[in-house]
Protein backbone atom coordinates (compact mmCIF):
# COMPACT_ATOMS: atom_id res chain seq x y z
CA UNK A 1 0.00 0.00 0.00
CA UNK A 2 0.86 3.24 -0.81
CA UNK A 3 0.15 6.88 -0.03
CA UNK A 4 1.79 9.86 -1.93
CA UNK A 5 0.50 13.71 -1.10
CA UNK A 6 0.46 16.05 -4.13
CA UNK A 7 0.20 19.70 -4.56
CA UNK A 8 1.26 22.00 -1.49
CA UNK A 9 3.39 25.05 -2.38
CA UNK A 10 3.15 28.68 -1.38
CA UNK A 11 -0.17 31.00 -0.82
CA UNK A 12 -0.93 34.20 0.36
CA UNK A 13 -2.61 34.44 3.71
CA UNK A 14 -6.35 34.65 2.61
CA UNK A 15 -5.82 32.68 -0.30
CA UNK A 16 -6.16 28.91 -1.53
CA UNK A 17 -4.57 25.99 -1.76
CA UNK A 18 -5.65 22.56 -3.29
CA UNK A 19 -4.28 18.84 -1.82
CA UNK A 20 -4.18 15.95 -3.07
CA UNK A 21 -3.88 12.38 -1.44
CA UNK A 22 -3.63 9.00 -4.04
CA UNK A 23 -3.65 5.92 -2.51
CA UNK A 24 -2.68 2.74 -4.36
CA UNK A 25 -2.44 -0.86 -3.48
CA UNK A 26 -5.48 -0.81 -1.29
CA UNK A 27 -9.17 -0.61 -2.59
CA UNK A 28 -11.44 2.24 -1.21
CA UNK A 29 -14.68 0.37 -2.01
CA UNK A 30 -16.86 0.30 0.70
CA UNK A 31 -15.81 3.51 2.43
CA UNK A 32 -16.46 2.25 5.72
CA UNK A 33 -14.07 0.05 5.54
CA UNK A 34 -10.85 2.94 5.82
CA UNK A 35 -10.34 6.21 7.14
CA UNK A 36 -8.04 8.85 4.99
CA UNK A 37 -6.60 11.82 7.49
CA UNK A 38 -4.46 14.92 7.01
CA UNK A 39 -2.38 15.82 9.61
CA UNK A 40 -0.26 18.65 9.61
CA UNK A 41 3.27 19.17 11.55
CA UNK A 42 4.99 22.47 12.14
CA UNK A 43 8.63 21.88 12.91
CA UNK A 44 9.22 20.42 16.95
CA UNK A 45 6.00 19.76 17.36
CA UNK A 46 3.67 16.74 16.67
CA UNK A 47 1.49 15.65 13.93
CA UNK A 48 -1.61 16.96 14.14
CA UNK A 49 -5.20 15.49 12.76
CA UNK A 50 -6.96 18.35 10.68
CA UNK A 51 -9.24 16.90 8.48
CA UNK A 52 -10.80 13.17 8.16
CA UNK A 53 -12.58 11.28 5.76
CA UNK A 54 -14.62 8.11 6.54
CA UNK A 55 -17.62 6.36 4.81
CA UNK A 56 -19.17 9.85 3.58
CA UNK A 57 -18.47 11.71 6.77
CA UNK A 58 -16.05 14.14 7.62
CA UNK A 59 -14.87 15.95 10.57
CA UNK A 60 -12.23 18.77 10.96
CA UNK A 61 -10.16 20.59 13.79
CA UNK A 62 -11.37 23.40 15.37
CA UNK A 63 -8.40 25.37 13.62
CA UNK A 64 -9.79 24.74 9.84
CA UNK A 65 -13.08 24.05 10.26
CA UNK A 66 -15.14 25.91 7.85
CA UNK A 67 -12.22 26.43 5.83
CA UNK A 68 -10.94 23.44 4.82
CA UNK A 69 -13.22 20.93 2.93
CA UNK A 70 -11.97 16.69 2.57
CA UNK A 71 -13.85 14.91 -0.08
CA UNK A 72 -13.32 11.85 -2.66
CA UNK A 73 -13.30 11.52 -6.00
CA UNK A 74 -16.21 9.34 -7.26
CA UNK A 75 -14.78 5.86 -7.86
CA UNK A 76 -11.31 6.75 -7.11
CA UNK A 77 -8.68 6.26 -4.71
CA UNK A 78 -7.70 10.54 -4.68
CA UNK A 79 -8.56 12.47 -1.33
CA UNK A 80 -8.47 16.12 -1.84
CA UNK A 81 -8.17 18.94 0.50
CA UNK A 82 -9.17 22.57 -0.38
CA UNK A 83 -7.67 24.70 2.03
CA UNK A 84 -9.19 28.11 1.79
CA UNK A 85 -9.02 31.47 3.65
CA UNK A 86 -5.56 30.47 4.61
CA UNK A 87 -3.74 31.65 7.79
CA UNK A 88 0.02 32.27 9.02
CA UNK A 89 -0.45 29.19 11.18
CA UNK A 90 -1.94 26.48 8.67
CA UNK A 91 1.93 26.72 7.71
CA UNK A 92 3.25 23.17 7.93
CA UNK A 93 3.64 19.84 6.36
CA UNK A 94 0.63 18.12 5.40
CA UNK A 95 0.75 14.25 5.55
CA UNK A 96 -1.86 12.12 4.57
CA UNK A 97 -2.61 9.06 5.99
CA UNK A 98 -4.59 5.92 5.94
CA UNK A 99 -5.91 3.12 7.81
CA UNK A 100 -8.42 0.42 7.24
CA UNK A 101 -10.76 0.35 9.69
CA UNK A 102 -13.45 3.73 10.31
CA UNK A 103 -12.72 3.51 14.20
CA UNK A 104 -12.05 6.46 15.86
CA UNK A 105 -12.16 8.66 12.71
CA UNK A 106 -12.46 12.24 14.12
CA UNK A 107 -10.39 15.27 14.20
CA UNK A 108 -10.65 14.89 18.52
CA UNK A 109 -9.80 11.06 18.93
CA UNK A 110 -7.58 10.40 15.72
CA UNK A 111 -3.82 9.57 16.93
CA UNK A 112 -0.95 8.97 14.64
CA UNK A 113 -0.02 5.70 16.07
CA UNK A 114 -3.37 4.46 15.13
CA UNK A 115 -2.26 5.26 10.99
CA UNK A 116 -0.18 2.55 9.16
CA UNK A 117 0.57 3.67 6.01
CA UNK A 118 1.90 7.08 5.45
CA UNK A 119 3.12 9.76 2.51
CA UNK A 120 5.87 11.43 2.40
CA UNK A 121 4.28 15.33 3.32
CA UNK A 122 4.27 18.14 1.36
CA UNK A 123 4.98 21.75 2.80
CA UNK A 124 2.19 24.96 3.06
CA UNK A 125 3.86 27.79 3.31
CA UNK A 126 2.11 31.19 4.11
CA UNK A 127 3.96 33.50 2.12
CA UNK A 128 3.78 37.37 3.46
Known amino acids: VRVAEYGGGSAQSGGSLRLSCVVS???????????VAWFRQVLGKEREPVAM??????DYANSVNGRFAISRDNGASTHHLQMDALKPDDTGTYFC?????????????????????WGQGTKVTMSA
Open 53 to 58: FSNHNT
Open 25 to 35: GYRLGSSNTYC
Open 97 to 117: ALKTSPWRCTASAARTADFVY
